[in-house]
């Protein structure tokens, strides 16, 4: 899955990250590490307090994966990527914080519903992590300030799936600037997202 994204431009050298939670920890890329050649035998394996076990080095963004899992407790696994659309919409100015992409499809009110906006802060540093965890308490999805989005899901292709329609979703917004659009309404948006429950 990590090579598929790699592929497809979703992610590019070594930038993005993702972890799975297993029986007794957390399975998580390595730090410095390209999601297209990952080796299943060298990924940084986490207790199920999330302290470093064995393989290589994990992420250094292993407290982003860390701070949705404390909020997400259904959350199998956490995908956090660079992609091209949605790090350039994370750089536009004018955002709604509470809500940066409207729901111009179904697909987005299904599998994102509201995206928080965290502010910009440093990567690595530790308030980031905190920011992370205090959106995280209500949104499974969020989008880093000239960074990029963090997406929990049920399981790896859930929250890879999620990731997809985030970025084909800000894909659209930036194409549809300064073009009247009729995104759904608030109602529609609230019908998909009971008819089918969005997030972990």
């Not at 060298?42 to 899992?69: C, I, Q, W």
């Not at 004018?94 to 519903?113: F, K, Q």
Request: net charge negative; glycine share 8%.
């Amino acid at each position: 899955m990590a090579a598929s994204l790699y592929a497809r431009g979703l992610t590019a050298g070594s930038s993005g990250n993702i972890s799975v939670r297993i029986e007794d920890g957390w399975l998580m890329t390595p730090t410095g590490s390209t999601m297209g050649t990952l080796d299943p035998a060298r990924l940084s394996k986490l207790d199920n307090k999330g302290e470093y076990v064995s393989g290589d080095k994990p992420t250094k963004e292993t407290f982003l994966h860390m701070a949705m899992y404390r909020q997400r407790p259904k959350a199998g696994a956490v995908v956090h990527l660079h992609s091209t659309y949605a790090v350039a919409v994370s750089c536009m100015a004018g955002l709604d914080p509470e809500n940066v992409l409207p729901p111009l499809t179904a697909y987005h009110a299904m599998r994102i519903g509201e995206l928080p906006l965290v502010p910009y802060i440093p990567p690595g540093d530790p308030a980031l992590g905190e920011a992370v965890e205090a959106a995280a308490k209500d949104h499974h999805a969020v989008l880093l300030a000239n960074h990029g989005p963090v997406v929990a899901g049920k399981s790896l292709p859930d929250a890879i799936f999620a990731s997809e329609e985030l970025e084909e979703t800000a894909k659209l917004f930036l194409i549809l600037q300064g073009v009247p659009t009729a995104p759904l309404s608030e109602e529609q948006a609230a019908e998909i997202a009971k008819r089918y429950p969005v997030g972990c």
